[in-house]
């Protein structure tokens, strides 16, 4: 089971920082990705790792503002987003992933998800 955490209220422009942690005891967290739903949309990926070297993958709309990240160490995933816009709006979910020629899918099960909400 992973549990995110870290959303809030933030204004136009601003940052937040994302968790998720596994709630019980993993040897390794597997390739990750962070993923959003919008009121009224289908759940979309924002952001993948690989558990091997970490390297990330971005969806266009959050290219250069968003950095994903993760802890070996303690298991834990980040999602730091910056220059937040109105249309990041969401809940943020974060589950295991697997990547084929189609490009990367969720491959695990949904948490509570942490709600991100961007206004003035």
């Known amino acids: 089971q992973l549990v995110e955490s870290g959303g809030g209220l933030v204004q136009p422009g601003g940052s937040l920082t994302l968790s998720c942690e596994a709630s019980?005891?993993?040897?390794?967290?597997?390739?990750m990705g962070w993923f959003r739903q919008a009121p009224g949309k289908q759940r979309e990926l924002v952001a993948t790792?690989?558990?091997?070297?970490?390297?990330?993958y971005y969806v266009d709309s959050v290219k250069g503002r968003f950095i994903i990240s993760r802890d070996n160490l303690n298991n834990i995933l980040y999602l730091q987003m910056n220059s937040l816009r109105s249309e990041d709006t969401a809940v943020y979910y974060c589950?295991?992933?697997?990547?084929?020629?189609?490009?990367?899918?969720?491959?695990?099960?949904w948490g509570q998800g942490t709600q991100v909400t961007v206004s003035s």
């Open positions: 589950t295991s992933v697997t990547f084929s020629p189609a490009g990367p899918s969720a491959a695990g099960s």
């Open positions: 019980e005891i993993v040897f390794r967290l597997p390739d």
């Open positions: 790792i690989d558990s091997g070297y970490g390297d990330p």
